[in-house]
Antibody, heavy 121, light 110 residues
Framework: EVQLVQSGAEVKKPGESLRISCKGSGYSFTSYWISWVRQMPGKGLEWMGRIDPSDSYTNYSPSFQGHVTISADKSISTAYLQWSSLKASDTAMYYC??????????????WGQGTLVTVSS | QSALTQPASVSGSPGQSITISCTGTSSDVGGYNYVSWYQQHPGKAPKLMIYDVSNRPSGVSNRFSGSKSGNTASLTISGLQAEDEADYYCSSYTSSSTPVFGGGTKLTVL
């Protein structure tokens, strides 16, 4: 069974750093990209960026480029999303999703349960 | 990349059919057959319902169907059930080689 299990909820102060994780299981972790998606309170889904765990190549939405860093450790089938200096506006639910690309297809087929990040002084 | 345009809300009675539209441009929806649809119940993660315009993943009810005409994709749910009440999001590949989501549509089953 394919599963993406994310790390738990975080409460941070503005200016602090943070790294959240997404561990894949039940499939070959290096065969699929992992994307990160933000959902601010009461709002819609926003694609942030993605990583190819096989070579750690990343691609970011212009809206998030420079504000977050996506990485992966294929030895432990885990992808990460990190901030060096959080802002209150980073308060949101963050989802990782397996990003299927290829053979004439492009979609997010499995999703993590979400990690709620709250940034407040 | 601007978000795809979806109606904020749609509603229907049990047993009826509803259609949710997703409008983009020739640089996204109209240019590629890579439109997907996601269902999200409150407090839950999104779930893939339709991929590549009209394909249903294993386990998704055949009451859900997708189509596309020009720059507009559509999700149709037939035989509405109470459990279909949720938020629905479309997504498309874009000419920037990145995906974009729609703003989301809240489906209410009356």
């Amino acid at each position: 069974e394919v599963q993406l299990v994310q790390s738990g909820a975080e409460v941070k102060k503005p200016g602090e750093s943070l790294r959240i994780s997404c561990k894949g299981s039940g499939y070959s972790f290096t065969s699929y990209w992992i994307s990160w998606v933000r959902q601010m309170p009461g709002k819609g889904l926003e694609w942030m960026g993605r990583i190819d765990p096989s070579d750690s190549y990343t691609n970011y939405s212009p809206s998030f480029q420079g504000h977050v860093t996506i990485s992966a450790d294929k030895s432990i089938s885990t992808a990460y999303l990190q901030w060096s200096s959080l802002k209150a506006s980073d308060t949101a639910m963050y989802y990782c999703a397996r990003h299927f690309v290829g053979f004439g297809s492009y979609y997010f087929d499995y999703w993590g349960q979400g990690t709620l990040v709250t940034v407040s002084s | 990349q601007s978000a795809l345009t979806q109606p904020a809300s749609v509603s229907g009675s049990p047993g009826q059919s509803i259609t949710i539209s997703c409008t983009g441009t020739s640089s996204d929806v109209g240019g590629y057959n890579y439109v997907s649809w996601y269902q999200q119940h409150p407090g839950k993660a999104p779930k893939l319902m339709i991929y590549d315009v009209s394909n249903r993943p294993s386990g998704v009810s055949n009451r859900f169907s997708g189509s596309k005409s020009g720059n507009t994709a559509s999700l149709t749910i037939s035989g509405l059930q109470a459990e279909d009440e949720a938020d629905y999001y479309c997504s498309s590949y874009t000419s920037s080689s990145t995906p974009v989501f729609g703003g989301g549509t809240k489906l209410t089953v009356l």
